[in-house]
């Protein structure tokens, strides 16, 4: 069980093996974080994956079940952009990018 910081309990995926059912693109990160959402989709909760399980894809699907995503992408994704990827910033810097194709 994970807590989620409210007193509830999210129960656990454990991995133990391969999966049949899920689709060739469909990652497995993806899919874990939607199955243990499940009970919380469609209700206007937000969700802050680690980098790790962000992506756009991910965003997309979470959208289209009314769930918000807060998070940062893993620079090395193949989504992000190449001039993106080769982008040198401070340490402690932030910058915003925005995908109006996902964000209302």
Do not use: W
Not at 8 to 37: C, F, H
Not at 43 to 64: C, H, I, M, W, Y
Not at 79 to 89: F, G, Q, S
């Amino acid at each position: 069980m994970v807590s989620c910081g409210q007193g509830k309990q999210i129960p656990d995926k454990r991995y133990v093996g391969k999966d049949y059912t899920r689709s060739a693109n469909e990652r497995v990160s993806d899919r874990v974080v939607m199955q243990l959402m499940r009970p919380y989709l469609i209700k206007g909760r937000n969700v802050t994956p680690a980098n790790d399980f962000t992506s756009v894809k991910f965003a997309t699907q979470l959208k289209e079940k009314q769930t918000s995503l807060l998070g940062t992408v893993n620079k090395i994704r193949r989504e992000v952009p190449l001039p993106l990827r080769k982008m040198k910033e401070e340490l402690h810097s932030c910058k915003l990018f925005i995908n109006l194709e996902i964000s209302p």
